[in-house]
């Protein structure tokens, strides 16, 4: 039995955790849950020992444990799985999972690596992982890494597994897989802790859930008898809707974009589409089926071995992305917006303007027009309702949802009228998310804006799109059309899209 | 003036603050510019109050005019790390272009008017030679200018054979002369420093190396073209590096192929020194200035204390480790104060 009795921790300016309480029993697989910025990664690092509470303790078997680096954890039989998989790439699988206890000859110092991978081997077996233990980490996929790391922990005899956001870089087939490791383990009277925002998980895999809420527990429910609505109210205390945002005004006399059987060597296998004006087309699949690699072809960071680009009607070749941008008024807001979207260190006003700097330039003096610059930046934030101290702040200081709306925001402010948007609420609260939803649709409906959606979040996609692909191997494996029918139910098309990934 | 990232999250904004106005000021104000003019200003002091000579005109203007020369080697180095490379042939580039001019000067008779003009394209096209090659074949810029400094130093001694070129005394009027009290040097510095300010904060293309530098896949999925950048910021280093050199020679009265032996470890000391983050993504021309001063000041200290000249290079190393030493603590203690769980 883990428990956290009455823990409180603070950070600079903020408080993480205010007197928190839970218990997580043996043979149980228990789901922690809530917005971002709730405390659910604080909560988990101080049961790993990686932070200290500034008051409250934390029991294990009603004793309580003192920690006094990471390296206390596995002693006392707690892992950690964290969201981020941290591995030794070039070493190989057995090293990374004894790392911290090799096997060795007497006190030689000297590794004894036939017990060394004989152990490993016991290990990869609980967890399924079906390599040679010499095999190197780096040759492992990330669903294969992450079995890597459960194994680890449970070399460290941990009676009590905390993964983090364990099924963020995994398909549903390795979800599944891993579901059914943990339930195994479950039924070895392991204690499972699960963090995660993806509420179908939660009621798919775990018996209870505890949800925080800006540091403070709101309550614990047993699964059988939660429903994703309360779970949701507790989360962001308020209620919130989950229909289709309504019909869109689909042009289909004006194309906005066209594939005519791309390809590109392990990356699209033939691939034909077309976009019209005012539609949300939804690109469905799971990660690696190919819907991000065709539009980083589509805006020209990849380029096509065969096949034809039409934009506006017109045959496109597009170079690059400041191509895609300046000649052909394509904007891609991108999956990866920490490395790929901003410029974290430098202002909001940057992040927004970096598109239109040479809309707003002096022609002679090539000076940038600072009035001009505030202008459209201030404009953007009204607009996408960007919760900033000032147009000048850090974009590295601003919460998930609004580092999103800024990534968003520089495509608007160049008026693309054909948008890609990639994976638009990965890490965002849900009330965000709910915002950033609206002003996509708002962008179709009002603006008459093309957008492709790229989303593996179903309700998401089911949500927004007036129509659906669903990619599958590098390929469009089915065409779903009149999803903002309202006569449509949510099971009615998620049951369409299962067939179509079969 | 300065386009600086200020760890500190003070008033100063960070990165690309964008237009002047009000930020300026606030800007001047940022915690490293004040650091290196207090530091500055505590050695000025000190080497004041050592000896009287210093105050003189003639001392002060033979620091001043190293100091701008400096300056600009400098100059030559940051450019290449904001973009998040760097350039190890500043000094090559120095040399030959000294080497070339001489050859203009010297053995073709051309007027200071001409060469000078064809010293600085040869210092632009060695810099774009630099930079198509990091760009085109995309290798790193470690290796493609610690290649090309082998090859420009090679070519230097061949074409030279080791010996120095005349210069006319008509060319060494900007080198060595002053304008009440103020050496040209020093003046020309200013202006280009003035000028670079101007490019990084208000122009595109200053803003896209900025850009490019901070984080180049966020800067090339934003629209920018961050090969042009690359290219242009390595034209711009071959350009500064000829400019020194011309400068140089105007000063010394001859071409001499030894010129920018010892400017690589010069143009990170002063570069880091000056703010520019190894990282790339800031830069400050202010921070450039200060950095220059100091370091010409504590060459001049070392030799006031009559110091082995030979370990004026390990000060100087001991006083890059110091900047950047200092930099990752603001950095650190900065994020400390910003970061929650």
Partial sequence: ?502 | MPNETDQKGQAAPAGLPGAGRLRSSRELLSGRAIGLAMSAAVLFALLAARSSSFLSQYTMLVISRQMGFFAIVALAQAVCLVVGGMNLSVGAIGSITTVILGLCLDNWGMSGWLAVPVVLAAGCAAGAVNGLLITRLRIDSFIVTLSMMFVYRGLRSGISGGNPYRAPASFCFIGQEDLMGVPYVFLIAILVLAVMAYLYRNTVFGRGMLATGGNEAAARFSGINTRWMVLGANVLSGLFASLAAVLWASKQGSAAPETGEDWLIVSFAVAIIGGTGLSGGSISAMGIFMGAAIYMLIRHGLVELKANDYYANSFLGGLILLAIIIDRVRETYGRKRRTAA
């Avoid at chain 1, 383990?185 to 995660?196: D, E, N, P, Q």
């Avoid at chain 1, 289909?252 to 033939?270: F, I, S, T, Y």
């Fill in chain 1, 1 to 502: 039995m883990l428990e956290l009795r009455s823990i409180s921790k603070s950070f600079p300016g903020v408080k993480a955790l205010d007197n928190v309480s839970l218990q997580f029993a043996p043979g149980q697989i228990h789901a922690l849950i809530g917005e971002n910025g709730a405390g659910k990664s604080t909560a988990v690092k101080i049961m790993a020992g990686i932070y200290q509470p500034d008051s409250g303790q934390v029991l294990y078997d009603g004793r309580p444990l003192h920690f006094r680096s990471h390296r206390g954890s596995p002693k006392t039989g707690i892992g950690i799985v964290h969201q981020e998989i941290q591995a030794v790439p070039e070493s190989s699988i057995a090293e990374n999972i004894m790392l911290d206890k090799l096997i060795t000859y007497g006190r030689t110092g000297i590794i004894n690596w036939k017990a060394v991978h004989r152990a490993a081997r016991g290990y990869m077996d609980m967890v399924g992982l079906d390599f040679p233990p010499t095999a190197a980490m780096k040759h492992l996929s990330a669903a294969h890494k992450q079995l890597a790391q459960i194994a680890k922990a449970l070399a460290g005899h941990a009676k009590v597994l905390l993964l983090d956001e364990p099924t963020s870089s995994l398909t549903e087939r390795e979800a599944a897989n891993l579901f059914r490791i943990l339930r195994e383990l479950k039924a070895a009277g392991v204690t499972i802790l699960f963090v995660s925002h993806k509420l179908e998980e939660v009621l798919e895999l775990c018996d209870r859930v505890s949800v925080l809420r800006d540091g403070r527990f709101v309550g614990t429910r047993p699964v059988a008898e939660a429903s994703r609505r309360e779970l949701i109210r507790m989360m962001i205390g308020r209620e919130c809707a989950e229909e289709h945002l309504g019909r869109l005004d689909v042009r289909r006399d004006r194309e906005m974009l066209r594939a005519e059987h791309v390809v590109r060597r392990g990356k699209a296998d033939d691939v034909s589409f077309a976009l019209y004006e005012g539609e949300i087309l939804g690109f469905y699949g799971l990660v690696g089926a190919g819907r991000t690699e065709l539009a980083r072809i589509l805006i020209g960071e990849d380029r096509l071995d065969g096949g034809e680009i039409y934009v506006r009607g017109q045959r496109a070749h597009v170079r690059s992305i400041a191509d895609s941008l300046y000649r052909y008024r394509i904007g891609y807001v991108t999956e990866n917006r920490k490395e790929e979207g901003l410029l974290l260190k430098s202002p909001v006003r940057t992040n927004i303007t970096i598109t239109i700097w040479r809309n707003i330039v002096n022609r002679l003096t090539r000076f940038i027009s600072g009035r001009k610059e505030d202008a459209a930046a201030r404009h953007m934030v009204g607009a996408l309702q960007i919760k900033a101290t000032d147009l000048g702040q850090k974009t590295e200081d601003l919460s998930g949802g609004n580092q999103q709306k800024v990534s968003l925001a520089k495509w608007l402010a160049a008026e693309c009228d054909v948008l890609i948007i990639d994976e638009p609420t990965v890490g965002v609260d849900v009330g965000a998310k709910e915002q950033i939803h609206r002003l996509i649709w708002d962008l179709a409906k009002k603006q008459r804006k093309a957008i492709i959606l790229i989303s593996s979040d179903m309700p998401e996609v089911i949500r927004l799109s007036s129509r659906i692909l669903v990619f599958k191997s590098r390929r469009i494996v089915g065409e779903l059309t009149g999803v903002d029918d309202p006569s449509r139910t949510y099971e009615e098309i998620s049951t369409e899209i299962g067939h179509y990934l079969a």
